[in-house]
């Protein structure tokens, strides 16, 4: 629970700085070295995508027989992740460009907001949720026996689709 929460920690700080970023950049300031909008696809592949699957194989299905309300939230988060997953492929097909165009400036954007909404949202709904079914040892898989996720900025050696 304790990774789940500080993984959504370190996305929130990427995120704000990326939001920086794009903020000077949309006042015409010019990049310079590393920055946030470059390394976002690493952070995107090694570290977010893998969250997502670690959520969706290991932490939804706890609550997979919880209470029609329950239910529902964990299909609200499935679906907000379908639609991050087609938001981060535009953001990485535009980031590969090489090129920072007012396009990919509008989707880091509703990258930043989009996961920023989703995190907070599983923060105050999913993990009380989860806390509650864990102590009442609902006999389900605990967050805490997933894999721990790396924050690599190393480039991933092979991508799936
Ligand atoms: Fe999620
Ligand atoms: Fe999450």
Request: net charge negative; with cysteine; proline share 6%.
């Amino acid at each position: 629970m304790q990774q789940l929460q500080n993984e959504h920690k370190a996305v929130f700080e990427r995120l704000l700085a990326l939001e920086n970023e794009v903020g000077n950049l949309m006042l015409g300031q010019v990049l310079e070295g590393t920055n946030a909008l470059l390394t976002m696809p690493v952070f995107i592949e090694n570290a977010i995508l893998p969250h997502f699957k670690i959520e969706e194989q290991t932490i939804f299905p706890i609550l997979a027989n919880g209470t029609p309300q329950e239910m529902e939230l964990v299909k609200g988060l499935l679906a907000e992740h379908i639609v991050l997953r087609d938001l981060f492929y535009s953001y990485l097909m535009e980031v590969r460009k090489g090129v920072v165009t007012e396009e990919l400036l509008t989707l880091s954007k509703h990258v930043c907001y989009q996961l920023t909404t989703h995190a907070k949202k599983e923060d105050a709904l999913l993990i009380p949720l989860l806390r509650k079914w864990l102590n009442l040892g609902s006999g389900g898989p605990s967050p805490e026996h997933a894999p721990p996720i790396v924050f690599s900025e190393e480039e991933p050696n092979s991508q799936s689709s």
